[in-house]
């Protein structure tokens, strides 16, 4: 199959003696592969089409990004138990096994998914307004008693929508109910009715960063309730959700944030909650991640840049790391290729390989791996003439 803007490409490619130098930088397939596998397929297509591959898998904040960044910051993996994010497992006794990283320098990082992660729930059970982030909560604390005093909190892929109020509870934030007292048991959005105070942690000079996958806001236009439903919630949830959060600010008072900032609604208003109660401020995932793997650099030593992810689409542009790397790539005038589960954009921009369209949704789903190295290496091989 031919694709559009392919033949628009960098014609030096088909010249017997040119050797292209690919970085390949993919996101996650999310519920199919993790960016480090797509960038293993991606690069044995480079290679065996005859280029010289740089590899270098990404993440935005969402799960995965502790992994993406772990070599990069030679960070020490510690593994914790936590409660299941779901609210009835938790109180039966479920744990997992969640993982922050330290760096040498002090700072903690820690990936919400990992204790709060939507993989963690099967589909048929989840439910938003009965889970927690207090698993993450847990995390932090233990970064604490590690003596971090710079944390850096990864937000995205989480099955929560409690605007980070599970975990604030965790590390010592008051909730307290009609009758004065503190809500004992671990936090979740059915219980945002029920607040009338909240009183914010005091943890002394630690520093804390949000890096989010998203840049949408807590309420208004492609807000945080576009994610909620995706993570099960009924348009009377959403409902529930959005008066809850407004009377969690009524409670609050007046603060640093407003509800329509940008990044405010990563991770079910994790981000906001973080923000507004202990100071966090907030960073473009991608971005930052982008920045410490030199993404920038390693594209202007690529004559070819080749990224991709699971979905697509107009969630793309909301700052997802293939926007982001594809921007750099063009701002540079450098070919990129995209190779995608699949894609609802009518106009992309660059080459795109939608593997449901050639493999079938099937086929694709349940053999990613192989789908990826052979539709691209057939297009390098198109380019390189050798087809």
Same mark, same amino acid.
């Given at each position: 199959?031919?694709?559009?803007?392919?033949?628009?490409? /960098?014609?030096?490619?088909?010249?017997?003696?040119?050797?292209?130098?690919? @970085?390949?930088? !993919?996101?996650?397939? &999310?519920? =199919?592969?993790? $960016?480090?596998? #797509?960038?293993?397929?991606?690069?044995?297509?480079?290679?065996?089409?005859?280029?010289? #591959?740089?590899?270098?898998?990404?993440?935005?904040?969402?799960?995965?990004?502790?992994?993406?960044?772990?070599?990069?910051?030679?960070?020490?993996?510690?593994?914790?138990?936590?409660?299941?994010?779901? %609210? /009835?497992?938790?109180? =039966?006794?479920?744990?997992?096994?969640?993982?922050?990283?330290?760096? &040498?320098?002090?700072?903690?990082?820690?990936?919400?998914?990992?204790?709060?992660?939507?993989?963690?729930?099967?589909?048929? *059970?989840?439910?938003?307004?009965?889970?927690?982030?207090?698993?993450?909560?847990?995390?932090?604390?233990?970064?604490?008693?590690?003596?971090?005093?710079?944390?850096?909190?990864?937000?995205?892929?989480?099955?929560?929508?409690?605007?980070?109020?599970?975990?604030?509870?965790?590390?010592?934030?008051?909730?307290?109910?009609?009758?004065?007292?503190?809500?004992? $048991?671990?936090?979740?959005?059915?219980?945002?009715?029920?607040?009338?105070?909240?009183?914010?942690?005091? *943890?002394?000079?630690?520093?804390?960063?949000?890096?989010?996958?998203?840049?949408?806001?807590?309420?208004?236009?492609?807000?945080?309730?576009?994610?909620?439903?995706? &993570?099960?919630?009924?348009?009377?949830?959403?409902?529930?959700?959005?008066?809850?959060?407004?009377?969690?600010?009524?409670?609050?008072? !007046?603060?640093?944030?407003?509800?329509?900032?940008?990044?405010?609604?990563?991770?079910?208003?994790?981000?906001?909650?973080?923000?507004?109660? %202990?100071?966090? =401020?907030?960073?473009?995932?991608?971005? &930052?991640?982008?920045?410490?793997? /030199?993404?920038?650099?390693?594209?202007?030593?690529?004559? @070819?840049?080749?990224?991709?992810?699971?979905?697509?689409?107009?969630?793309?542009?909301?700052?997802?790391?293939?926007?982001?790397?594809?921007?750099?790539?063009?701002?540079?005038?450098?070919?990129?290729?995209?190779?995608?589960?699949?894609? $609802?954009?009518?106009?992309?921009?660059?080459?795109?390989?939608?593997? $449901?369209?050639?493999?079938?949704?099937?086929?694709?789903?349940?053999?990613?791996?192989?789908?990826?190295?052979?539709? %691209?290496?057939?297009?390098?091989?198109?380019?390189?003439?050798?087809?």
């Amino acid at each position: 199959m031919i694709h559009p803007c392919e033949a628009e490409m /960098n014609t030096r490619f088909a010249e017997a003696d040119f050797i292209p130098r690919v @970085l390949v930088a !993919p996101d996650s397939f &999310k519920g =199919s592969l993790d $960016s480090g596998s #797509v960038a293993l397929a991606m690069e044995n297509a480079a290679r065996q089409a005859g280029c010289d #591959v740089d590899r270098c898998p990404l993440g935005d904040g969402g799960d995965g990004t502790l992994a993406v960044i772990a070599e990069a910051l030679q960070l020490e993996i510690i593994h914790e138990r936590v409660p299941h994010p779901l %609210l /009835n497992l938790a109180e =039966s006794g479920e744990s997992i096994d969640a993982r922050w990283g330290l760096a &040498k320098d002090g700072t903690g990082y820690i990936e919400m998914a990992q204790a709060s992660g939507l993989h963690l729930v099967p589909a048929p *059970l989840r439910d938003p307004m009965h889970a927690t982030s207090w698993g993450t909560g847990l995390l932090i604390s233990r970064a604490i008693e590690h003596g971090c005093r710079r944390i850096v909190i990864m937000m995205g892929g989480t099955a929560t929508c409690d605007m980070g109020l599970g975990m604030l509870q965790a590390i010592g934030m008051g909730l307290f109910g009609a009758d004065g007292r503190p809500i004992s $048991s671990m936090f979740s959005p059915s219980a945002l009715g029920q607040i009338t105070r909240v009183e914010a942690p005091d *943890l002394g000079d630690t520093r804390f960063e949000v890096w989010a996958d998203v840049r949408s806001c807590l309420l208004g236009t492609d807000s945080s309730m576009l994610y909620a439903r995706q &993570k099960g919630a009924t348009e009377a949830q959403v409902d529930e959700l959005e008066s809850g959060y407004r009377r969690i600010l009524r409670v609050a008072g !007046p603060g640093n944030l407003r509800v329509d900032d940008l990044m405010t609604g990563a991770a079910g208003g994790a981000s906001f909650g973080m923000g507004f109660f %202990l100071g966090a =401020s907030l960073h473009h995932g991608a971005r &930052k991640v982008m920045q410490l793997l /030199n993404v920038e650099d390693r594209c202007k030593q690529a004559d @070819l840049v080749i990224t991709g992810e699971g979905a697509l689409d107009e969630q793309t542009r909301q700052g997802k790391c293939c926007h982001e790397i594809l921007s750099i790539a063009l701002g540079l005038e450098i070919d990129a290729i995209m190779v995608v589960g699949t894609c $609802s954009l009518d106009d992309p921009g660059v080459p795109v390989i939608d593997l $449901s369209r050639e493999h079938g949704v099937i086929e694709s789903m349940e053999r990613p791996m192989d789908c990826i190295r052979q539709s %691209l290496l057939d297009m390098l091989l198109r380019m390189r003439g050798r087809a």
